[in-house]
């Protein structure tokens, strides 16, 4: 049995009563933000910080801060079991991850070609928000041990075979925000994120504690919200040459 997680995922108040209905299903994601590689996203036991961001991408949608609009902003709880962590808050983590960043600069050097970066989402953006270095290296670490696990079913030797099992989830602190007070190290946003790469290891939805479940003519009006808002980030977009 793996060790049991609460993770919570801000989003669309549609999107988190079609989880909870069980309606809609999780799908790996890739986005430029995705720090801890491809992977569907949770905040750690902190339900309040997922919907910070759901507020943040609903009141800025020009920022893009999440992959779709969200026009009500929403939390979902989950319950997950995982048994092998890919975890970058412990030394053996950082371990891979630094083997991984290793190879990823001396492929670029032999290569010729600019590794990734992490940069600036927007303008004004201190956190560095898209990380590909960091999306990279993390998504290298997967491959390195997809093939250490190959050669070890080929060999067909039994405790390599279970060493080498693919990581089921990533998970990293993340500093963000500014200091909460002047002399502080504590920064007013930082949490510890976790990207599922097994989506098996989501084991149920929930709603958090004083929220319930929309009606079905509630779900009507917010998912007309969704469309307006989906309308708008489409017409704000800038039109490429010759379209």
């Known amino acids: 049995m793996g060790r049991i997680v609460l993770g919570f995922h801000g989003c669309d108040i549609t999107t988190r009563d079609g989880f909870v209905r069980g309606e809609i299903k999780p799908i790996i994601s890739s986005n430029p933000y995705d720090w801890l590689g491809n992977g569907f996203y949770f905040f750690e036991g902190d339900w309040s910080r997922a919907l910070k961001l759901a507020k943040s991408s609903h009141e800025r949608p020009a920022l893009l801060l999440t992959r779709k609009p969200i026009a009500t902003p929403a939390v979902v709880g989950a319950v997950l079991e995982v048994d092998r962590w890919l975890d970058l808050t412990t030394q053996a983590g950082i371990a891979d991850f630094?083997?991984?960043?290793?190879?990823?600069?001396?492929?670029?050097?032999?290569?010729?070609?600019?590794?990734?970066?992490?940069?600036?989402?927007?303008?004004?953006?201190?956190?560095?928000?898209?990380?590909?270095?960091?999306?990279?290296?993390?998504?290298?670490?997967?491959?390195?041990?997809?093939?250490?696990?190959?050669?070890?079913?080929?060999?067909?030797?039994?405790?390599?075979?279970?060493?080498?099992?693919?990581?089921?989830?990533?998970?990293?602190?993340?500093?963000?925000?500014?200091?909460?007070?002047?002399?502080?190290?504590?920064?007013?946003?930082?949490?510890?994120?976790?990207?599922?790469?097994?989506?098996?290891?989501?084991?149920?939805?929930?709603?958090?504690?004083?929220?319930?479940?929309?009606?079905?003519?509630?779900?009507?009006?917010?998912?007309?919200?969704?469309?307006?808002?989906?309308?708008?980030?489409?017409?704000?977009?800038?039109?490429r040459l010759g379209k």
Request: glycine fraction near 8%; charged fraction near 25%; proline fraction near 4%.
């Open 98 to 239: 630094t083997r991984a960043a290793e190879a990823l600069v001396s492929g670029s050097e032999e290569r010729g070609t600019p590794q990734p970066h992490n940069k600036a989402a927007f303008d004004g953006d201190k956190d560095l928000l898209h990380r590909a270095f960091d999306k990279a290296a993390c998504n290298m670490v997967h491959v390195f041990r997809g093939l250490l696990h190959e050669q070890a079913l080929k060999d067909q030797v039994t405790e390599e075979i279970i060493a080498s099992a693919p990581y089921q989830a990533t998970r990293g602190a993340f500093e963000q925000g500014g200091l909460v007070s002047t002399g502080s190290s504590v920064c007013a946003d930082t949490h510890i994120q976790i990207a599922v790469q097994d989506l098996t290891c989501i084991k149920g939805w929930f709603l958090v504690p004083g929220d319930k479940l929309l009606t079905d003519k509630e779900l009507v009006a917010a998912r007309k919200r969704l469309d307006d808002a989906a309308s708008q980030r489409t017409a704000a977009k800038p039109r």
